[in-house]
């Protein structure tokens, strides 16, 4: 019983610690790709950026409260979420015109 006991107090902390789910992000031509990413509601978000280009941009997302500098022809990983189900608009702070994609949580 005590073993018992002590699995189910353990079991949240477990739950918390599970890797986030990783998804791809590419910036290419000045444009996100895919401009519309579906991810996983309630759970972490490891986003991978790589940006094809050879000339910077910046993710930057105000629902999300992130923006990061990504230098040309290199990748860089954010973190995001959990999040809640609905839409999160982001686009590119250098290229606002082309730049634009959303996260849908679901």
């Known amino acids: 019983m005590l073993r018992l ?21 590419a910036i ?18 490891r986003l991978i950026v790589e940006n094809k280009d050879s000339t ?5 997302s105000h629902e999300l409260n992130r923006e990061k500098v990504i230098p040309g022809n290199t990748k860089s990983p ?11 608009h982001f686009f590119g ?3 606002p015109k082309t730049a634009q994609g959303d996260i849908v949580a679901e």
């Open 93 to 95: 702070d250098f290229n």
């Open 78 to 88: 954010l973190y995001i979420g959990p999040l809640q189900p609905g839409r999160y």
């Open 5 to 25: 006991s002590l699995l189910l107090l353990a079991f949240p902390v477990m739950a918390l610690a599970a890797d986030p789910v990783e998804v791809n992000l």
């Open 56 to 60: 910077p941009e910046e993710f930057e």
């Open 28 to 45: 290419r031509d000045h444009r996100f790709d895919p401009a519309e990413l579906h991810v996983p509601a309630g759970q972490k978000i």
